[in-house]
């Protein structure tokens, strides 16, 4: 248990910190878009890319956030709490969090299969034989298996499979996680050391 918490932990730690500088590149995204409106030819692509990198800041720098504790919570009640109590209390209630953590994951899966040309079935296997393919017959035999790549219905019209694929693994790392600060409050209301 703790060597899960502390590679999640770590992980999660250092892609928050990686993750957190793509806001500078947001930023200059959306200068661009202000400088090329006022001084040139206005580009189609910078509000989509804005969009795709703030889901990039949003989606990856959620666990990161779960794990400094920078999640909004009531706390009516909870700040007058021990510490002991409060483990107690989120170890239980993290269930709903994790509940809705896997629905959202297999929402983000099958729109991921969606974005890549499966259109009926099971995501999770076309996904993992897609996986598979690439891995043992390499990225030739794997494109064979993609169908018709969704596409943005803007006028640029970028694929939407990296976004769709960023979101998917923003909430796997969520419920890693939320597996991570179950443990954590379970070592703390059992008040064994971490």
Not at 34 to 45: A, D, V, Y
Not at 48 to 57: C, D, I, K, R, S
Request: charged fraction near 15%; aromatic fraction near 16%; glycine fraction near 8%.
């Amino acid at each position: 248990m703790r060597g899960y918490v502390r590679v999640v932990d770590g992980f999660n730690r250092g892609l928050g910190r990686i993750v957190m500088y793509g806001l500078f590149a947001m930023i200059g995204v959306l200068l661009w878009s202000s400088l090329s409106k006022t001084f040139f030819t206005p580009s189609q692509w910078t509000l989509e890319v804005a969009q795709f990198g703030l889901v990039a800041y949003f989606m990856l720098g959620g666990p990161y956030a779960l794990l400094v504790g920078a999640n909004v919570r009531m706390d009516l009640f909870y700040h007058d709490w021990s510490n002991r109590r409060k483990a107690q209390i989120d170890a239980m209630t993290v269930f709903f969090l994790l509940f809705y953590l896997a629905v959202l994951l297999y929402g983000a899966l099958d729109s991921l299969a969606y974005a890549l040309g499966h259109f009926q079935g099971e995501p999770i296997r076309y996904l993992r034989g897609l996986v598979w393919t690439w891995i043992t017959q390499g990225s030739d035999a794997a494109a064979e298996l993609i169908g018709f790549v969704e596409r943005s219905s803007t006028a640029w019209r970028p694929v939407m499979w990296p976004v769709k694929l960023i979101m998917a693994t923003g909430v796997f790392l969520m419920l890693l996680q939320a597996i991570s600060e179950l443990f954590k409050d379970i070592l703390k209301a059992t008040e064994r050391r971490f």
